[in-house]
């Protein structure tokens, strides 16, 4: 019986392989990878990147590629001196910090990789070394520079407290327009030109309590590429199906003044 068994695994090893379809288990394992590659980095950090937790967040989900994170932070230097903030306590305006995980993040090494790790309404300190600071050559590649007064061979304290994330649209090169869809709309069609659009648009800008609205909600009647809206709004609306309802975020140059909407 055992000769037999034997005999019987040799004439099978001389068969050409049998095609095999994926485990349906294993399907998913493609969509893990970045999630598994930022988890490896962070393991791969762990004698330079250290955590405190001041609070627990909720839920069990960490922030991704291609989603804005809503944040405040106080950075310190190794001997606790604040060089940044957005909280008004320590010399902040009060308005949350926001940026897009992903490819458009211009945030140092460490202190991405620590975000990665955090949940919503957790409140944390990190504690990052140089080389995943100001040494990491990450920074260099992104022409980021240590502010004045802020060594870059010392360990650095950022104190985070992430406030939301959610999936957006990053409609520029920059990340300086950035699309949340709010509840989805009708068909595949975006505007063009040179069609006319009729919108319900109200403008909001962040400050210390929320959001103050400057622009209250006006239907606006414009022609696609007529110069009547901000150029980022408008960058915006046209990655917006017909009755899609949507906050458009604009930075920069794009969110000037316009004769439709001052």
Same mark, same amino acid.
Not at 65 to 71: I, K, L, N, R, W
Not at 151 to 166: A, G, H, R, S, T
């Given at each position: ?11 099978? #090893? ?16 493609d969509? @893990? ?5 930022? @988890?490896?980095?962070?393991?791969r ?20 590629? +291609?989603?804005e ?9 190794e +001997? ?7 909280r ?15 490819k458009h ?7 991405? #990789?620590?975000?990665?790790?955090l949940?919503?309404? &957790? ?7 140089? +080389? /995943? ?5 990450s920074?260099?590649t ?5 502010p004045?007064?802020?060594?870059p ?23 300086l327009?950035?699309?949340?869809? #709010?509840?989805?709309? &009708?068909?595949?069609e975006t ?16 400050c210390h ?11 606006i009647? /414009?022609?696609?590429g007529?110069?009547? #809206? ?7 609306? +046209?990655?917006?199906n ?14 000037i ?5 001052p």
């Amino acid at each position: 019986g055992a000769m037999a068994g034997f005999l019987k695994y040799i004439e099978e #090893l001389k068969e050409p392989p049998k095609e095999r379809k994926a485990e349906p288990e294993l399907w998913g394992k493609d969509k @893990q990878t970045d999630e598994q590659k930022w @988890q490896r980095e962070y393991l791969r950090a762990s004698g330079s990147l250290f955590k405190a937790e001041i609070r627990a967040g909720e839920g069990e989900a960490n922030p991704k590629d +291609d989603q804005e994170v809503v944040m405040h932070y106080v950075y310190r230097t190794e +001997d606790e001196k604040v060089y940044a903030s957005t909280r008004r306590e320590h010399g902040g305006t009060g308005v949350p910090y926001k940026f897009v995980l992903g490819k458009h993040c211009k945030e140092l090494k460490g202190l991405e #990789l620590g975000i990665r790790q955090l949940r919503k309404k &957790e409140h944390a300190v990190f504690k990052i070394k140089p +080389d /995943y600071a100001y040494e990491h050559e990450s920074a260099d590649t992104m022409g980021l520079k240590p502010p004045k007064g802020v060594n870059p061979k010392q360990m650095l304290m950022f104190e985070l407290e992430i406030l939301d994330f959610y999936p957006v649209k990053v409609v520029d090169d920059d990340a300086l327009v950035v699309k949340r869809e #709010l509840s989805h709309g &009708e068909g595949w069609e975006t505007p063009r030109a040179p069609f006319e659009v009729e919108a319900v648009i109200a403008g909001y800008k962040l400050c210390h309590d929320g959001e103050e609205e400057f622009f209250p909600e006006t239907t606006i009647k /414009y022609r696609v590429g007529d110069g009547q #809206l901000p150029k980022g709004l408008e960058m915006g609306i +046209d990655h917006m199906n017909k009755k899609e309802k949507a906050w458009i975020r604009c930075h920069g140059e794009h969110r000037i003044s316009s004769p439709a909407i001052p």
